[in-house]
């Protein structure tokens, strides 16, 4: 199924000619000649490229073709690299609450302000955050530490309070990870 987007927005001349190979493309060609054209189509499309021959300040995932000599093939291939730097950086970021977590750099980010973490550390965040009802102790331990035995340990609760006391002294949020007698949870 093919979930990428290519609008062409006002250059004509390129889309007739990707349209004419549109059957070898792994991506759909749409054609927008004016704004309210092209703000309908990115609406009505997710994860979209939008091709000009000039920058338009106001457009996000813009892709601009300045050079007039192609080769159609380097372009379907800048093209397909576009499409996965755009799906990378998509699939890169989660919204938690009010913050962003950029799963390549490890950050947690709110108001301009990025706290590093751990990967263990995104890993209890992103596991708590997916759930419904407060994460146990031994829960966490199987799904995040992948401890299988039944030794006495509080690594748990020894990361979670840095990452409690991390997140305070980057932010002042104390009620990030909250908890009670059943586990911790994000609400």
């Known amino acids: 199924m093919i979930t990428q987007n290519l609008i062409i927005y006002k250059f004509k001349s390129l889309y007739e000619i990707l349209?004419?190979?549109?059957?070898?493309?792994?991506?759909?060609?749409?054609?927008?000649?004016?704004?309210?054209?092209?703000?309908?189509?990115?609406?009505?499309?997710?994860?979209?490229?939008?091709?000009?021959n000039k920058a338009y300040l106001d457009i996000s995932n813009q892709f601009i073709l300045n050079d007039t000599r192609i080769n159609i093939f380097n372009l379907?291939?800048?093209?397909?690299?576009?499409?996965?730097?755009?799906?990378?950086?998509?699939?890169?970021?989660l919204k938690i609450k009010n913050y962003f977590i950029n799963l390549n750099s490890r950050d947690l980010l709110t108001n301009n302000?990025?706290?590093?973490?751990?990967?263990?550390?995104?890993?209890?965040?992103?596991?708590?955050s997916k759930s419904a009802k407060p994460v146990s102790?031994?829960?966490?331990?199987k799904k995040v530490w992948s401890y299988q035995s039944d030794i006495e340990t509080h690594t748990v609760?020894?990361?979670?309070?840095?990452?409690?006391?991390?997140?305070?002294?980057?932010?002042?949020?104390?009620?990030?990870?909250?908890?009670?007698?059943?586990?911790y949870y994000i609400k």
């Open 76 to 93: 379907v291939e800048k093209i397909n690299i576009k499409f996965l730097k755009i799906q990378f950086n998509n699939q890169s970021e």
């Open 137 to 141: 102790v031994t829960e966490l331990e």
């Open 19 to 52: 349209e004419e190979i549109s059957l070898d493309l792994n991506f759909n060609i749409f054609f927008a000649d004016n704004e309210n054209s092209l703000k309908n189509k990115i609406e009505n499309l997710s994860d979209y490229l939008v091709m000009s």
């Open 113 to 128: 302000i990025k706290l590093k973490l751990t990967e263990k550390e995104i890993n209890t965040i992103i596991y708590l």
């Open 157 to 183: 609760e020894t990361h979670i309070y840095r990452l409690r006391k991390k997140i305070f002294n980057a932010f002042g949020d104390n009620q990030f990870i909250l908890s009670e007698k059943n586990g």
